[in-house]
Every structure is written in C-alpha cells, then in structure tokens.
Nanobody, 116 residues
Framework: QVQLVESGGGLVQAGGSLRLSCATS????????IAWFRQAPGKERERVGL????????KYADFVNGRFTISRDNAKRTTYLHMTDLQPEDAGVYYC?????????WGPGTQVIVSS
C-alpha cells in the first residue's frame, strides 16, 4: 500500500523557517519523483517543487526564489522541504505527491501558518 505522510508544519513568524518531511512506503521511491505542492484557502493547489527519483535533479516554482530546498534521506525513505524566509503568502496546507504506475498518490498534508 502506497503511503505518503507529511509532518513538520506549524506556526512561524514571517522571515522564519520550517522543515517539512514526507515519509513514504509501499513503492520503489528511488525510481519515482516526489513533488511538494501547497494549497492556500480559496486558491488552487500549486506545485512548489520536485525531486526526481534518484535525487539528482530538483526543480522549483518561480515563487520559491531560492528560499526553499528539497532534500532526501534514502535510509528513511523521506523527502524534506526546507523553507526559509517564510512570508504570509506561503501559508497553506503542504502536500507531497508521487505518481506510481499511472496513479497519483497524495499525503494528507501538513499546515503551515505564517504570522506577519
């Protein structure tokens, strides 16, 4: 059974940092990209960034502007989203995602709140 579980969200002041985690199981994650998405209230879900299956390449949305970094721990099958200089517009529910055998899988999400 494919599972992705996010953690690490919380309340942070503007300019602060958080590290989100995405623990995975049930699929050969070394072969599949893990993407991070976010969704603010009343807005569509948008992709923040992704790391390819072997961890050799990452891509980020323009709004990241060098503030976020995706990394991974192979032994723990966990992907991380390191976020710095968080701003109120970064608030929302953050999800990790993979697409395995043609099916999309999502975690339940972790909420990030940024106070100004």
């Amino acid at each position: 059974q494919v599972q992705l579980v996010e953690s690490g969200g919380g309340l942070v002041q503007a300019g602060g940092s958080l590290r989100l985690s995405c623990a995975t199981s049930g699929f050969p994650w070394h072969s599949y990209a893990i993407a991070w998405f976010r969704q603010a209230p009343g807005k569509e879900r948008e992709r923040v960034g992704l790391m390819n299956g072997d961890g050799s390449n990452t891509k980020y949305a323009d709004f990241v502007n060098g503030r976020f970094t995706i990394s991974r721990d192979n032994a723990k099958r966990t992907t991380y989203l390191h976020m710095t200089d968080l701003q109120p517009e970064d608030a929302g529910v953050y999800y990790c995602h993979t697409n395995w055998l043609g099916f999309p899988y999502w975690g339940p999400g972790t909420q990030v709140i940024v106070s100004s």
